[in-house]
Protein backbone atom coordinates (compact mmCIF):
# COMPACT_ATOMS: atom_id res chain seq x y z
CA UNK A 1 0.00 0.00 0.00
CA UNK A 2 1.41 3.53 -1.05
CA UNK A 3 0.78 6.69 0.08
CA UNK A 4 1.87 9.96 -2.17
CA UNK A 5 1.79 13.42 -1.61
CA UNK A 6 2.28 15.99 -4.63
CA UNK A 7 2.75 19.05 -3.97
CA UNK A 8 2.00 21.73 -6.72
CA UNK A 9 2.02 25.28 -7.23
CA UNK A 10 4.53 27.94 -5.18
CA UNK A 11 6.39 30.85 -7.41
CA UNK A 12 7.95 28.24 -9.46
CA UNK A 13 4.73 26.12 -10.17
CA UNK A 14 7.71 23.09 -9.27
CA UNK A 15 5.90 19.78 -8.76
CA UNK A 16 7.14 17.53 -6.57
CA UNK A 17 5.97 13.88 -5.35
CA UNK A 18 6.84 11.75 -2.75
CA UNK A 19 5.48 8.24 -1.79
CA UNK A 20 5.83 6.05 0.77
CA UNK A 21 5.32 1.62 0.37
CA UNK A 22 3.80 1.08 3.34
CA UNK A 23 4.54 -2.55 3.18
CA UNK A 24 8.52 -1.50 3.32
CA UNK A 25 7.84 0.32 6.47
CA UNK A 26 8.92 -0.80 9.91
CA UNK A 27 6.82 0.76 12.06
CA UNK A 28 3.54 -0.21 9.45
CA UNK A 29 1.18 -0.25 12.47
CA UNK A 30 1.84 3.53 13.29
CA UNK A 31 1.56 4.68 9.94
CA UNK A 32 -1.91 2.72 10.05
CA UNK A 33 -2.90 4.21 13.13
CA UNK A 34 -2.04 7.83 11.60
CA UNK A 35 -4.35 7.27 8.52
CA UNK A 36 -6.78 6.23 10.30
CA UNK A 37 -6.86 9.76 11.72
CA UNK A 38 -7.37 11.35 8.27
CA UNK A 39 -10.95 13.17 7.49
CA UNK A 40 -10.48 12.49 3.63
CA UNK A 41 -14.32 13.28 3.46
CA UNK A 42 -14.25 16.36 5.52
CA UNK A 43 -12.08 18.92 3.10
CA UNK A 44 -13.85 22.22 2.44
CA UNK A 45 -13.04 23.70 -1.09
CA UNK A 46 -10.63 26.59 -0.16
CA UNK A 47 -10.40 29.54 -2.76
CA UNK A 48 -6.61 29.23 -4.06
CA UNK A 49 -4.11 31.88 -2.86
CA UNK A 50 -1.58 33.21 -5.15
CA UNK A 51 1.96 31.77 -5.33
CA UNK A 52 1.21 29.28 -2.35
CA UNK A 53 1.17 25.55 -2.75
CA UNK A 54 -1.23 22.99 -3.03
CA UNK A 55 -1.24 18.99 -1.89
CA UNK A 56 -2.43 16.42 -3.43
CA UNK A 57 -2.80 13.39 -1.18
CA UNK A 58 -3.35 10.19 -1.96
CA UNK A 59 -3.72 6.70 -0.12
CA UNK A 60 -5.95 4.15 -1.86
CA UNK A 61 -8.86 4.28 -2.06
CA UNK A 62 -8.79 7.71 -0.79
CA UNK A 63 -7.77 10.92 -2.41
CA UNK A 64 -8.41 14.60 -1.15
CA UNK A 65 -6.50 18.28 -2.27
CA UNK A 66 -5.78 20.85 0.42
CA UNK A 67 -4.69 23.84 0.15
CA UNK A 68 -1.49 24.86 2.02
CA UNK A 69 -3.53 26.41 4.86
CA UNK A 70 -5.48 23.01 5.74
CA UNK A 71 -2.25 21.18 6.01
CA UNK A 72 -2.58 20.90 9.84
CA UNK A 73 -3.08 18.62 12.22
CA UNK A 74 -3.31 14.90 10.84
CA UNK A 75 -3.02 15.83 7.32
CA UNK A 76 0.14 17.57 8.88
CA UNK A 77 1.89 14.50 10.18
CA UNK A 78 0.95 12.68 7.03
CA UNK A 79 2.86 15.02 5.30
CA UNK A 80 5.78 15.35 7.23
CA UNK A 81 5.83 11.56 7.76
CA UNK A 82 5.67 10.88 4.45
CA UNK A 83 8.27 13.58 3.36
CA UNK A 84 10.92 12.40 6.26
CA UNK A 85 10.78 9.31 4.47
CA UNK A 86 11.30 9.54 1.21
CA UNK A 87 12.85 11.58 -1.47
CA UNK A 88 11.06 13.23 -4.01
CA UNK A 89 10.70 12.94 -7.46
CA UNK A 90 10.25 16.08 -9.64
CA UNK A 91 7.41 15.58 -11.95
CA UNK A 92 6.31 18.08 -14.15
CA UNK A 93 2.56 19.92 -13.76
CA UNK A 94 1.56 18.55 -17.51
CA UNK A 95 2.41 16.27 -20.41
CA UNK A 96 5.78 16.97 -21.31
CA UNK A 97 6.41 18.31 -24.56
CA UNK A 98 9.09 16.97 -27.47
CA UNK A 99 11.09 19.79 -28.62
CA UNK B 1 20.74 57.92 -10.68
CA UNK B 2 20.97 61.37 -11.24
CA UNK B 3 21.99 60.60 -14.99
CA UNK B 4 18.79 60.30 -16.52
CA UNK B 5 17.54 63.75 -14.80
CA UNK B 6 18.16 65.84 -17.71
CA UNK B 7 17.90 63.67 -20.65
CA UNK B 8 14.56 62.01 -20.43
CA UNK B 9 12.08 64.67 -18.70
CA UNK B 10 9.95 66.31 -21.45
CA UNK B 11 9.39 70.28 -20.23
CA UNK B 12 5.63 69.53 -20.02
CA UNK B 13 6.42 66.86 -17.63
CA UNK B 14 8.43 69.33 -15.52
CA UNK B 15 5.39 71.91 -15.62
CA UNK B 16 3.54 69.04 -13.93
CA UNK B 17 5.83 67.80 -11.67
CA UNK B 18 6.55 70.98 -10.04
CA UNK B 19 2.65 71.79 -10.27
CA UNK B 20 1.93 69.41 -8.08
CA UNK B 21 4.82 67.59 -6.81
CA UNK B 22 5.66 69.99 -4.10
CA UNK B 23 4.72 68.11 -1.09
CA UNK B 24 5.18 64.57 -1.88
CA UNK B 25 8.61 64.74 -4.06
CA UNK B 26 9.96 67.51 -2.66
CA UNK B 27 13.48 66.75 -4.80
CA UNK B 28 11.46 66.35 -7.96
CA UNK B 29 9.54 69.36 -7.46
CA UNK B 30 12.71 70.99 -7.01
CA UNK B 31 14.55 69.85 -9.51
CA UNK B 32 11.61 70.49 -12.21
CA UNK B 33 11.21 74.44 -11.02
CA UNK B 34 15.19 74.31 -12.08
CA UNK B 35 14.70 72.74 -15.01
CA UNK B 36 11.60 75.38 -16.01
CA UNK B 37 13.52 78.83 -15.64
CA UNK B 38 14.95 77.75 -19.35
CA UNK B 39 11.52 76.73 -20.51
CA UNK B 40 9.14 79.75 -20.82
CA UNK B 41 5.73 78.70 -22.34
CA UNK B 42 5.77 76.04 -20.24
CA UNK B 43 6.79 78.53 -17.23
CA UNK B 44 4.35 80.06 -18.35
CA UNK B 45 1.17 77.60 -18.07
CA UNK B 46 2.50 76.78 -14.94
CA UNK B 47 2.36 80.45 -13.65
CA UNK B 48 -1.04 80.58 -14.71
CA UNK B 49 -1.67 77.16 -12.71
CA UNK B 50 -2.98 75.54 -15.54
CA UNK B 51 -1.21 72.07 -17.10
CA UNK B 52 0.09 72.12 -20.69
CA UNK B 53 -3.04 70.73 -22.41
CA UNK B 54 -1.00 67.59 -23.57
CA UNK B 55 0.05 66.89 -19.40
CA UNK B 56 -2.99 65.34 -18.66
CA UNK B 57 -2.86 62.12 -20.33
CA UNK B 58 1.20 61.20 -19.63
CA UNK B 59 1.48 60.56 -15.79
CA UNK B 60 4.87 61.53 -14.86
CA UNK B 61 7.30 58.08 -15.04
CA UNK B 62 10.45 60.80 -14.66
CA UNK B 63 13.26 61.01 -12.17
CA UNK B 64 13.76 57.28 -10.70
CA UNK B 65 15.72 58.72 -8.45
CA UNK B 66 13.06 60.96 -6.88
CA UNK B 67 11.43 59.27 -3.56
CA UNK B 68 8.07 57.85 -3.21
CA UNK B 69 6.38 57.35 0.28
CA UNK B 70 6.11 53.87 1.11
CA UNK B 71 5.08 52.69 4.76
CA UNK B 72 7.36 49.18 4.84
CA UNK B 73 6.86 46.52 7.74
CA UNK B 74 9.51 43.79 7.42
CA UNK B 75 8.73 41.24 10.35
CA UNK B 76 10.61 38.00 11.14
CA UNK B 77 8.83 34.36 10.96
CA UNK B 78 12.24 33.16 12.71
CA UNK B 79 11.70 29.74 11.03
CA UNK B 80 8.27 29.03 11.94
CA UNK B 81 5.11 29.41 9.76
CA UNK B 82 3.36 32.06 12.05
CA UNK B 83 2.15 34.82 10.29
CA UNK B 84 3.20 37.95 10.78
CA UNK B 85 5.81 36.99 13.40
CA UNK B 86 8.20 39.58 14.92
CA UNK B 87 8.28 43.22 13.63
CA UNK B 88 11.98 43.99 12.68
CA UNK B 89 12.18 46.87 10.67
CA UNK B 90 9.74 49.79 10.00
CA UNK B 91 9.59 52.59 7.46
CA UNK B 92 12.78 55.10 8.07
CA UNK B 93 14.56 52.66 10.26
CA UNK B 94 17.78 51.48 9.54
CA UNK B 95 19.40 48.29 7.95
CA UNK B 96 19.05 46.05 10.06
CA UNK B 97 21.91 43.62 9.04
CA UNK B 98 19.65 40.84 8.34
CA UNK B 99 20.00 40.08 4.52
CA UNK B 100 16.48 38.93 4.03
CA UNK B 101 14.94 41.74 6.12
CA UNK B 102 16.87 44.60 4.29
CA UNK B 103 16.26 42.74 0.75
CA UNK B 104 13.03 42.84 1.40
CA UNK B 105 12.70 46.78 2.50
CA UNK B 106 14.49 47.78 -0.57
CA UNK B 107 12.55 45.46 -3.13
CA UNK B 108 9.34 46.75 -1.39
CA UNK B 109 10.66 50.31 -1.83
CA UNK B 110 11.75 50.20 -5.65
CA UNK B 111 8.33 48.21 -6.03
CA UNK B 112 6.50 51.28 -4.46
CA UNK B 113 8.19 54.02 -6.57
CA UNK B 114 7.69 52.25 -9.67
CA UNK B 115 4.21 51.78 -9.22
CA UNK B 116 4.02 55.43 -7.81
CA UNK B 117 6.25 57.67 -9.85
CA UNK B 118 5.18 55.53 -13.56
CA UNK B 119 2.06 54.55 -12.65
CA UNK B 120 0.83 57.02 -9.98
CA UNK B 121 -0.69 54.46 -7.51
CA UNK B 122 0.18 54.57 -4.16
CA UNK B 123 0.99 51.16 -2.95
CA UNK B 124 -1.17 48.02 -3.42
CA UNK B 125 -4.48 49.61 -3.15
CA UNK B 126 -3.62 53.02 -4.51
CA UNK B 127 -4.05 55.03 -0.97
CA UNK B 128 -0.85 54.49 0.36
CA UNK B 129 -1.99 50.73 2.86
CA UNK B 130 1.10 50.38 4.53
CA UNK B 131 3.29 47.38 2.44
CA UNK B 132 4.02 44.25 4.84
CA UNK B 133 6.25 41.10 4.79
CA UNK B 134 7.48 38.47 6.58
CA UNK B 135 10.85 36.69 6.05
CA UNK B 136 12.64 33.96 7.30
CA UNK B 137 8.87 32.06 7.04
CA UNK B 138 9.19 28.36 7.90
CA UNK B 139 12.12 25.80 7.85
CA UNK B 140 14.12 25.66 4.36
CA UNK B 141 10.87 26.76 2.95
CA UNK B 142 11.14 27.13 -1.01
CA UNK B 143 8.37 29.40 -1.57
CA UNK B 144 7.10 33.18 -1.74
CA UNK B 145 3.49 34.06 -1.96
CA UNK B 146 0.99 36.91 -1.11
CA UNK B 147 -2.12 35.65 1.42
CA UNK B 148 -4.09 38.60 0.89
CA UNK B 149 -2.56 40.61 3.46
CA UNK B 150 1.17 40.66 3.45
CA UNK B 151 4.18 38.87 1.26
CA UNK B 152 5.82 36.11 3.04
CA UNK B 153 9.22 34.39 2.06
CA UNK B 154 10.90 31.33 2.64
CA UNK B 155 14.74 31.09 3.28
CA UNK B 156 15.14 28.00 0.94
CA UNK B 157 16.66 24.76 1.36
CA UNK B 158 19.92 25.63 0.35
CA UNK B 159 20.74 23.20 -2.18
CA UNK B 160 18.25 24.05 -4.89
CA UNK B 161 17.09 27.64 -3.69
CA UNK B 162 18.92 30.36 -1.66
CA UNK B 163 16.06 32.78 -0.31
CA UNK B 164 13.55 34.42 -2.65
CA UNK B 165 14.34 37.94 -1.24
CA UNK B 166 16.93 37.83 -3.25
CA UNK B 167 15.43 38.33 -6.37
CA UNK B 168 13.89 41.86 -6.83
CA UNK B 169 11.18 40.49 -9.77
CA UNK B 170 10.40 37.54 -6.78
CA UNK B 171 9.63 40.96 -4.65
CA UNK B 172 7.61 42.67 -7.36
CA UNK B 173 6.13 39.93 -8.50
CA UNK B 174 4.02 39.50 -5.08
CA UNK B 175 3.30 43.31 -4.97
CA UNK B 176 1.64 43.02 -7.89
CA UNK B 177 -0.63 40.15 -6.79
CA UNK B 178 -1.77 42.46 -4.25
CA UNK B 179 -2.26 45.10 -6.88
CA UNK B 180 -4.19 42.24 -9.23
CA UNK B 181 -6.07 41.56 -5.94
CA UNK B 182 -7.52 45.24 -5.98
CA UNK B 183 -8.08 45.45 -9.62
CA UNK B 184 -9.10 43.13 -12.25
CA UNK B 185 -9.30 40.12 -9.70
CA UNK B 186 -8.15 37.74 -11.58
CA UNK B 187 -9.42 34.14 -11.16
CA UNK B 188 -6.81 32.49 -9.76
CA UNK B 189 -7.73 29.11 -12.11
CA UNK B 190 -7.30 28.09 -15.53
CA UNK B 191 -6.46 30.91 -18.19
CA UNK B 192 -7.48 33.81 -16.27
CA UNK B 193 -5.09 32.66 -13.27
CA UNK B 194 -2.22 32.27 -15.62
CA UNK B 195 -3.17 36.05 -16.77
CA UNK B 196 -2.90 36.55 -12.12
CA UNK B 197 0.58 35.29 -13.10
CA UNK B 198 1.60 36.88 -16.00
CA UNK B 199 0.97 40.73 -14.73
CA UNK B 200 2.88 39.46 -11.69
CA UNK B 201 5.86 38.68 -13.81
CA UNK B 202 5.34 41.74 -15.98
CA UNK B 203 5.50 44.34 -12.85
CA UNK B 204 8.09 42.09 -11.23
CA UNK B 205 10.22 42.43 -14.38
CA UNK B 206 9.62 46.18 -14.96
CA UNK B 207 10.92 46.71 -11.72
CA UNK B 208 13.56 45.35 -11.84
CA UNK B 209 14.18 46.93 -15.29
CA UNK B 210 13.35 50.18 -13.51
CA UNK B 211 15.42 49.91 -10.58
CA UNK B 212 18.37 49.42 -12.58
CA UNK B 213 17.97 51.84 -15.12
CA UNK B 214 17.62 49.21 -17.87
CA UNK B 215 16.29 49.92 -21.75
CA UNK B 216 14.06 46.57 -23.01
CA UNK B 217 17.19 44.82 -24.85
CA UNK B 218 19.66 45.54 -21.99
CA UNK B 219 16.95 43.17 -19.62
CA UNK B 220 17.57 40.06 -18.98
CA UNK B 221 13.15 39.49 -18.42
CA UNK B 222 14.17 36.70 -16.46
CA UNK B 223 11.87 36.25 -13.26
CA UNK B 224 13.74 34.98 -10.18
CA UNK B 225 17.30 35.65 -11.45
CA UNK B 226 19.84 34.48 -8.44
CA UNK B 227 17.62 32.74 -6.24
CA UNK B 228 18.83 29.18 -7.22
CA UNK B 229 21.99 28.27 -5.47
CA UNK B 230 24.91 27.44 -7.61
CA UNK B 231 24.41 23.67 -8.25
CA UNK B 232 21.32 24.64 -9.98
CA UNK B 233 22.15 24.43 -13.94
CA UNK B 234 19.32 27.39 -14.49
CA UNK B 235 19.37 30.92 -14.75
CA UNK B 236 16.02 32.10 -13.18
CA UNK B 237 12.56 30.65 -12.98
CA UNK B 238 11.18 31.77 -16.02
CA UNK B 239 12.18 33.32 -18.88
CA UNK B 240 9.43 36.33 -20.10
CA UNK B 241 11.48 36.23 -23.50
CA UNK B 242 12.20 32.60 -24.23
CA UNK B 243 10.05 30.70 -21.83
CA UNK B 244 10.99 27.46 -21.17
CA UNK B 245 14.48 28.16 -21.26
CA UNK B 246 15.43 29.28 -17.78
CA UNK B 247 16.94 25.84 -16.27
CA UNK B 248 17.65 22.58 -17.39
CA UNK B 249 18.92 20.60 -14.61
CA UNK B 250 19.76 17.15 -13.50
CA UNK B 251 17.31 17.63 -10.52
CA UNK B 252 14.95 20.49 -11.55
CA UNK B 253 14.24 18.77 -15.15
CA UNK B 254 13.83 21.51 -17.86
CA UNK B 255 11.80 24.60 -17.45
CA UNK B 256 8.33 23.19 -18.69
CA UNK B 257 6.60 26.80 -20.04
CA UNK B 258 5.01 27.39 -22.89
CA UNK B 259 6.01 30.07 -25.31
CA UNK B 260 2.82 29.55 -27.74
CA UNK B 261 -1.08 28.94 -27.40
CA UNK B 262 -0.37 25.56 -29.51
CA UNK B 263 1.62 24.38 -26.21
CA UNK B 264 -0.68 25.57 -24.20
CA UNK B 265 -1.07 22.90 -21.10
CA UNK B 266 -3.93 21.32 -19.81
CA UNK B 267 -3.34 20.09 -16.38
CA UNK B 268 -5.18 19.46 -12.51
CA UNK B 269 -1.98 20.37 -11.26
CA UNK B 270 -0.95 24.25 -10.08
CA UNK B 271 -4.68 25.78 -10.42
CA UNK B 272 -4.57 24.30 -14.35
CA UNK B 273 -1.10 25.05 -14.70
CA UNK B 274 -1.23 29.05 -13.82
CA UNK B 275 2.59 29.24 -13.16
CA UNK B 276 3.17 27.04 -17.16
CA UNK B 277 0.95 28.65 -19.15
CA UNK B 278 1.75 32.47 -18.29
CA UNK B 279 4.80 31.91 -20.54
CA UNK B 280 2.35 32.44 -23.39
CA UNK B 281 1.46 35.77 -22.17
CA UNK B 282 4.81 36.93 -20.94
CA UNK B 283 5.97 36.50 -24.09
CA UNK B 284 3.92 38.05 -26.13
CA UNK B 285 4.65 41.35 -23.50
CA UNK B 286 8.63 40.68 -23.77
CA UNK B 287 8.64 40.63 -27.96
CA UNK B 288 6.64 43.99 -28.19
CA UNK B 289 8.67 45.62 -25.53
CA UNK B 290 11.95 44.47 -27.23
CA UNK B 291 10.49 45.55 -30.70
CA UNK B 292 9.63 49.23 -29.42
CA UNK B 293 12.94 49.33 -27.44
CA UNK B 294 13.43 51.76 -25.02
CA UNK B 295 12.43 51.58 -21.69
CA UNK B 296 9.76 49.12 -21.49
CA UNK B 297 7.34 50.56 -18.26
CA UNK B 298 7.16 53.64 -20.87
CA UNK B 299 5.03 51.91 -23.19
CA UNK B 300 4.16 48.28 -22.42
CA UNK B 301 3.78 48.61 -18.67
CA UNK B 302 1.57 51.43 -19.15
CA UNK B 303 -1.16 50.08 -22.16
CA UNK B 304 -0.98 46.62 -19.38
CA UNK B 305 -1.44 48.88 -16.09
CA UNK B 306 -4.66 50.54 -18.20
CA UNK B 307 -5.69 46.95 -19.27
CA UNK B 308 -5.78 45.70 -15.30
CA UNK B 309 -7.52 49.15 -13.64
CA UNK B 310 -9.52 50.09 -16.90
CA UNK B 311 -12.54 47.97 -14.89
CA UNK B 312 -13.04 45.85 -18.35
CA UNK B 313 -11.37 42.62 -17.60
CA UNK B 314 -14.13 39.83 -15.79
CA UNK B 315 -12.59 37.90 -12.94
CA UNK B 316 -12.35 34.72 -15.47
CA UNK B 317 -10.96 36.91 -18.27
CA UNK B 318 -9.50 34.56 -21.11
CA UNK B 319 -6.21 35.37 -23.04
CA UNK B 320 -8.16 36.23 -26.25
CA UNK B 321 -10.03 38.59 -24.74
CA UNK B 322 -7.16 39.93 -22.33
CA UNK B 323 -5.10 40.50 -26.04
CA UNK B 324 -8.29 42.41 -27.26
CA UNK B 325 -8.17 44.85 -24.23
CA UNK B 326 -4.36 45.40 -24.25
CA UNK B 327 -4.80 46.53 -27.92
CA UNK B 328 -7.67 48.57 -27.01
CA UNK B 329 -5.71 50.63 -24.12
CA UNK B 330 -2.96 50.54 -26.45
CA UNK B 331 -4.84 52.12 -29.25
CA UNK B 332 -6.36 55.09 -26.45
CA UNK B 333 -3.29 55.64 -25.53
CA UNK B 334 -0.78 56.20 -28.17
CA UNK B 335 -3.76 55.88 -31.52
CA UNK B 336 -5.04 52.62 -33.15
CA UNK B 337 -1.81 53.27 -35.90
CA UNK B 338 0.78 53.75 -33.49
CA UNK B 339 3.75 51.62 -33.44
CA UNK B 340 2.99 50.46 -29.54
CA UNK B 341 -0.04 48.91 -31.32
CA UNK B 342 1.13 47.70 -33.90
CA UNK B 343 3.97 46.19 -31.96
CA UNK B 344 1.36 44.97 -29.31
CA UNK B 345 -1.02 43.24 -32.26
CA UNK B 346 2.24 41.23 -33.60
CA UNK B 347 3.39 39.90 -30.53
CA UNK B 348 0.08 38.50 -29.71
CA UNK B 349 0.04 36.71 -33.20
CA UNK B 350 3.63 35.58 -32.76
CA UNK B 351 2.06 33.42 -29.54
CA UNK B 352 -0.79 32.31 -31.50
CA UNK B 353 -3.41 34.37 -29.59
CA UNK B 354 -5.91 36.61 -31.59
CA UNK B 355 -7.19 39.13 -29.70
CA UNK B 356 -10.76 39.47 -29.39
CA UNK B 357 -12.44 42.41 -31.04
CA UNK B 358 -13.65 44.52 -27.77
ZN1 LIG C 1 2.62 34.48 -8.48
Redesign the pocket.
Known amino acids: MDVSVSRSGG?GGLRLVWEVDLDREPDRESWEVLLHDIPWDEVPPAPPE??RFIYRIRCEPHEATLAERQVTGPWRELVDRVRARSEPRRAASGPRRAR | MTRMRHAIVPPYLLARIAAVADERYPIAADAARRSLVRDAPVREWRLRGELPPFAHDRLPSVLPDAPSSPDRRISDAQGSETLPGRLVRREGQPATGDDAVDEAYDGLGDTHRMFDRVFGRDSIDGTGMPLEATVHYGDRYDNAFWDGERMVFGDGDGEIFSGFTNSISVIG?ELA?GVTERTANLRYQGQSGALN?HV?DVFGALVEQYTLGQDAGAATWLIGEGIFTDAVEGRALRSMLEPGTAYDDDVLGRDPQPAHYDDYIQTREDNGGVHLNSGIPNRAFALAATALGGFAWEHMGRIWYATLTSGRLAVDTGFHRFAGETVRAASERFGADSRETRAVREAWAAVGVAPEEV
Open positions: IPD | HHES
